[in-house]
């Protein structure tokens, strides 16, 4: 049974059912109408690439070893001297495949042939089979990006679309991977609900009803699996704080994108989506110290932090299996042991959902789904038990984000928190499912459910098959 993923980066649940029931998006109403259409978690950080990880190799980002679109490599393993950073953002892209852990298979691995396109994660992705790629697509995307040309987006979604479908007719691939990054872009420029997003997302529509037409060409439709996800939602910016200026003002020699050159660093400011960053302090140190080692120096940066308007949660990691999540309203402790989570209130419940004890994955995702901060528990347990993580992690409050600069498009519009419009992500399937999806990871899993391979170990997904 083929498999076809559609990720619509940036889109909105919300937004996406309001075009298909203006009738804007008639494909896609029809693969609702037939399957349906369904509310499901993505991952934190809710940003292009880490949160790609969950659609093909069905894990959380983190633990994968993509903890954020940038991040800094405490055991200098990974990355280069002198300044031992990781921004996605940029050539440094190509590193992903060797980021992300070895023992994780990707779909494209597991499952061949394969067609995929502006897929951030291509491990196992013959380059015959990837849809936007070379030189030529890479100084076209580059001039589009830095140029801010949010047109030019559109136009770039235009041919890969019209690419993937005639791969599509042409290879009969078991898999399609598409990713169209139009929607995201518009958001990010001009709104989540300006009228060239509906733009952006007419242009998925049109590549949906392609693929179904390609697959009712050659007799195999009623055999295939058509879903569109995305991987992160869109909420509105009104004030950008420049987080790597504030914590340099506070005193401390900061090493932060696009400018990564500092004599002897003290504090790594690593901005993600842009509305969450990771912090990793005593750098010199290179064994990961817990935040009970740090408390005593740190602590005070920690508060100046949770007293600015920008700042919603801090995070902070006291062991593989514990994280204090700090908000203005106090703190709480999230734990994990043997895939059992837990969420106690200390001094107050920042999440907003009660003490939550020893639930497994599922329940977890049940008791947090209605709140402000959806599967929040569990996003948090498996980040802050991975090895890349910072070491004081944020998550933004609504209306601003963490980069006031360096940003070739103004972000009237931003995402990465932990924030219901940020975590949200619908899912429309042309099949009924056996079971309601929860999480992006659980595409990984039903997609090898369907495609009739052994799903490997230490997924955090199930199939909805």
């Known amino acids: 049974m083929p498999v076809i993923i559609i990720v619509a980066d940036g889109a909105r649940p919300d937004t996406l059912a309001a075009a298909m029931d203006a009738g804007d998006l008639p494909e896609m109403a029809a693969i609702r109408a037939e399957g349906g259409a369904f509310e499901i978690t993505s991952a934190f950080p809710s940003v292009t690439g880490p949160a790609y990880a969950p659609f093909l190799v069905g894990r959380f980002p983190a633990p994968a070893g993509l903890p954020a679109l940038r991040w800094f490599d405490r055991a200098r393993a990974t990355t280069s001297f002198p300044h031992y950073t990781r921004s996605y953002v940029g050539h440094e892209m190509r590193f992903v495949d060797r980021d992300l852990d ?32 070379g030189l030529r697509f890479a100084l076209r995307a580059a001039r589009t990006h830095f ?38 872009k518009t958001s990010h420029a001009a709104g989540h609900a300006a009228p060239i ?3 952006a997302m007419r242009i998925v529509d049109e590549l949906v009803g392609e693929l179904r037409r390609a697959a009712s ?24 704080d420049d987080l790597a200026a504030f914590v340099a003002s506070s005193g401390w020699r900061v090493v932060a994108h696009p400018w990564v050159w500092q ?18 302090v005593d750098l010199a140190c290179r064994e990961r110290p817990w935040w009970g080692r740090l408390a005593a120096r740190w602590n005070p940066l920690v508060e100046a932090l949770l007293a600015r308007e920008s700042v919603d949660l801090v995070l902070l990691p006291h062991a593989a299996t514990a994280c204090e999540i700090r908000s203005r309203l106090g703190s709480a402790m999230v734990e994990h042991r043997d895939g059992r989570f837990s969420y106690l209130p200390e001094t107050a419940d920042p999440l907003g959902v009660g003490e939550l004890l020893g639930l497994d994955a599922g329940e977890t995702w049940e008791a947090t789904i209605a709140s402000d901060y959806p599967d929040a528990v569990a996003q948090i347990a498996r980040l802050a038990g991975s090895p890349r993580v910072g070491d004081i992690i944020l998550s933004g409050a609504r209306q601003w984000d963490f980069r006031a600069r360096y940003e070739p498009i103004p972000h009237v519009s931003s995402h990465g928190a932990l924030h219901r419009e940020h975590m ?11 079971h309601r999806p929860r999480r992006t990871a659980d595409l990984f899993v039903s997609a090898l459910a369907a495609l009739e391979v052994p799903v490997p170990d230490g997924v955090d997904g199930r199939s909805f098959l």
């Open 263 to 280: 004599r002897a660093p003290e504090v790594a400011v690593m901005v993600s989506g842009n509305a969450m960053a990771h912090l990793y």
């Open 102 to 133: 070895a023992a994780a298979p990707t779909l494209f691995e597991l499952a061949s042939p394969a067609v995929g396109a502006l897929s951030v994660i291509r491990r196992g992705l013959p380059r015959a089979r990837r849809v936007g790629r």
């Open 217 to 240: 060409a050659g007799g195999g439709w009623d055999d295939t699996h058509l879903w569109v996800v995305s991987d992160h939602g869109h909420s509105p910016v009104r004030a950008h």
């Open 197 to 199: 997003v509906r733009q």
């Open 147 to 184: 140029a801010g040309d949010v047109a030019g987006w559109l136009d770039i979604d235009r041919a890969i679309a019209a690419e993937v479908v005639a791969r599509a007719r042409r290879d009969r691939p078991r898999v399609v991977f598409a990713a169209l990054t139009g929607i995201d």
């Open 424 to 434: 949200m992500v619908p899912l429309i399937a042309n099949r009924a499912p056996a």
